[in-house]
Nanobody, 125 residues
Framework: QVQLVESGGGLVQAGDSLRLSCAASGRTFSNYVMAWFRQAPGKEREFVAAISRSGVSTDYADSVKTRFTISRDDAKNTEYLQMNSLKPEDTALYYC??????????????????WGQGTQVTVSS
């Protein structure tokens, strides 16, 4: 089992940048596929980005593909989401997720077994 704790959220203006972090503890971090999801009020949780165990393969939602970058530092047991050119529609509670399953990455929330508590990102216009 792995425990996940997100940080780095906040209130920013449109066009600003933020970097979210997800610190993992418990089992070996490098054994897990990692991902970010988000959920805005009144909406379903949606996929943002995912990264393979090796860090070589990544996947992004079309809405963030040119603006967000997912990365991982296995030495620090931490996953990151660099968010640039933020828009008001990026406002949501951002969750990190982990899976020990044998796939490179997945955009499906059901593929992930472990979740953090979320960090709020609010982008004002």
């Amino acid at each position: 089992q792995v425990q996940l704790v997100e940080s780095g959220g906040g209130l920013v203006q449109a066009g600003d940048s933020l970097r979210l972090s997800c610190a993992a503890s418990g089992r070996t971090f490098s054994n897990y596929v990692m991902a970010w999801f988000r959920q805005a009020p009144g909406k379903e949780r949606e996929f943002v980005a995912a990264i393979s165990r090796s860090g070589v393969s990544t996947d992004y939602a079309d809405s963030v593909k040119t603006r967000f970058t997912i990365s991982r530092d296995d030495a620090k047991n931490t996953e990151y989401l660099q968010m640039n050119s933020l828009k008001p529609e990026d406002t949501a509670l951002y969750y990190c997720a982990a899976s020990p399953k044998p796939f490179y990455y997945s955009p499906s929330s059901g593929s992930y077994d472990y979740w953090g508590q979320g960090t709020q990102v609010t982008v004002s216009s």
